[in-house]
């Protein structure tokens, strides 16, 4: 699928469902009328058993420092991650070598 078709939006929440699900209870609180059935159609259309979640992940796929920093703001509910400059100030920029592969 392609950045311009029509699709790509609804492929790429999909995917960050299935790596990331499920949605926070709080997500209630800030979804739209046009969100609402999305976010259900989601849940239906990628139950559980079809999640993979990004947690899951071993050492072998994903350092555990770069996984922790990851799962910092890869959150569905935007509320839950970090601002940008929070980013930028993570641990996780700083230089040294921990948990980086050899």
Do not use: C, H
Not at 19 to 47: R, V
Not at 53 to 61: D, I, L, M, Q
């Amino acid at each position: 699928m392609k950045r311009d078709d029509e699709e790509y939006s609804l492929g790429v929440l999909m995917r960050q469902y299935s790596y990331f699900a499920p949605f926070s209870p709080t997500i209630a609180d800030i979804a739209t009328p046009e969100s609402g059935p999305t976010m259900l159609w989601l849940t239906q259309e990628i139950p559980p058993e079809k999640w993979t979640p990004f947690a899951w992940t071993t050492e072998r796929e994903v350092v555990k420092r770069d996984k922790e920093f990851i799962g910092r703001f890869m959150k569905l509910d935007w509320r839950d991650r970090p601002t940008a400059n929070e980013i930028l100030e993570d641990k996780w920029w700083d230089d040294d070598d921990e948990g980086l592969a050899a």
